[in-house]
């Protein structure tokens, strides 16, 4: 039987994954108390119906019963019993956001104030997250995101790396990202803002790719920039970090750094690392 135990942070999409699950045909519970997992865990094995695939969803609602997750986990290792962890995360900028969005209260915030409940759960959760054997950041994945990410790691059997690469490409005359953890600036490739039949396209339309990559300084530096990160990702990931924004610049954020984001997301996303791209200045 396979056993998928679903926790992390509240606002992180934990509902939205045991959805995917439960289309994907598994037999899901929602918000289950730590202390049951055990019993609910041979319930399924003693079924007369195949009961193959479950999905529990466990998280802080569950107050103190919390506490005996760790203890829950240690009974299902000596009953045989084989489970997963999966945790679902989101940076606290963008949690406090979809909070404000559903103007929900955050259950751990004793005050009102969202920042304070979402300090206080990250804290509760540091061990489990530690413990788990996925982690999806779903701080720049839409719904659909996250059901391929899902998708690929329960049902295609494909491992991935517990963190989320962004590429964002952007124009300098706007701004960096506030958010970048990594800056490349790209001004110096050839720009196809100069040439008339391209200068109204971006970096998405295949003549502007060509133009940019025609260049042997433009593949030689994405080669060098592709191989600084194929060194640094691994590094971040035994920091434990589940969320990378690197951020590529040009002058308008149209042509040159949306050719290389896209490059470079295409590269490493083939080297099962979860990679999203966008583009923040394309149409401005």
Known sequence: ME?????????????QAVKVLEDLNYYCMDNLPPMLL???????????????????????RGGIFFNDLFTSLEVLKEKGIKHSIL??????EELVKRYKELRRPHPLSETGIIIDGIIKEREILKDVKQ??????????????RLKEEVTRIFIEGKIYHNLTVSFVSFGYKYGIPSDSDL????????NPYYIESLKRLTGNNKEVQDYVMSSDISNEFLHKLMK?????????????KTNLIISIGCT?????????????????GNENYRVTVSHRDEFK
Not at 183 to 190: K, M, N, S
């Open 87 to 92: 945790f679902l995360d989101a940076t606290d």
């Open 183 to 190: 800056v490349f600036d790209v001004r110096f490739l050839p």
């Open 3 to 15: 056993f998928v135990i679903i926790t992390g942070m509240s606002g992180a999409g934990k509902s």
């Open 131 to 144: 413990k788990s054997d996925y982690i999806i950041d779903t701080t720049s994945l839409k719904l659909g």
């Open 38 to 60: 055990p019993n609910f865990a041979e319930l399924c094995k003693a079924s007369t119906k195949t009961v193959d695939k479950v999905a529990v969803v466990v998280d802080i």
């Open 252 to 268: 308008g954020g149209k042509h040159r750094s949306v050719t290389i984001a896209n490059r470079l997301a295409d590269y490493f």
């Open 228 to 240: 600084l990160l194929e060194f640094l990702l691994p590094h971040y990931i035994l920091e434990g």
